[in-house]
């Protein structure tokens, strides 16, 4: 998944897949560090991130539009990418991965989706 991630970045669709790889990473890499989140309802927790994560989220900031919006996740039209939107994204990342075959993805962390 990753390697579709890079392969979209290095095909000059550097937003798309700098954004897809730190969402990927965010559920992956959660090793070394911490960073504080806002969840829905504006709760704040604190999280566990990796340090490949965090490259992968300071690549992602650096092709992301300052276009005002507070969520950090968006889409290519600069609107905010929602949790169905993130579910989307990752099923179509896996179609592209693993075939046809069928796999059940975990239910998503809510501090992902704000």
Known sequence: MLDLCDQDYQQNAKFL???NRAIVLMFLDTERGWIKVKGKGATERVVRIGVAAQKALWRYLVHRPSN???ELWLTEEGASLQSEGIQIMI???ER???GNEQRELPPLPS???S
Do not use: I, M, P, V
């Open 68 to 70: 005002g919006k507070a």
């Open 17 to 19: 897949g700098s954004r």
């Open 111 to 113: 501090y992902l989706c």
């Open 96 to 98: 592209k991965d693993w």
């Open 91 to 93: 099923r179509r990342l």
